[in-house]
């Protein structure tokens, strides 16, 4: 299974962005599909998860501004980021997990297949 994330990018302060991330190998219908950061210096932290019902779930500090979807015949999860902040600025990873249950969806160690990262950098 290979993830492959895109859509990073420099984006001022009140924008828009979308970062993408597609899944080949495994069926896609089966994973719950997570977005985790890292910012320099920080540990990596979840922001939003999409379940195989897409049902999602964010971190309090993205609620009301970021959105997460899925596209099964894709075989693509999204990130939505609106009026982005400079506190956004982060390597976002795209994950996936088949077992994870939903107690353990904002965990790291419950998803078992990472992206590359995409660098998202918001300046103020």
């Known amino acids: 299974v290979q993830l492959q994330a895109s859509g990073g990018g420099l984006v001022q302060a009140g924008e828009s962005l979308t970062l993408s991330c597609v899944v080949s190998?495994?069926?896609?219908?089966?994973?719950?599909m997570g977005w985790f950061r890292q910012a320099p210096g920080k540990e990596r932290e979840f922001v939003a998860v999409?379940?195989?019902?897409?049902?999602?779930r964010y971190v309090d500090s993205v609620k009301d501004r970021f959105t997460i979807s899925r596209d099964n015949a894709k075989k693509t999860v999204y990130l939505q980021m609106s009026r982005v902040k400079p506190e956004d600025t982060a390597v976002y990873y795209c994950?996936?997990?088949?077992?994870?249950?939903?107690?353990?969806?904002?965990?790291?160690?419950?998803?078992?297949?990472w992206g590359q990262g995409t660098q998202v950098t918001v300046s103020s």
């Open positions: 999409v379940s195989r019902s897409f049902s999602t």
């Open positions: 190998g495994g069926t896609f219908r089966r994973y719950v």
């Open positions: 994950a996936a997990t088949e077992t994870a249950i939903n107690s353990e969806y904002g965990s790291r160690s419950a998803y078992g297949y």
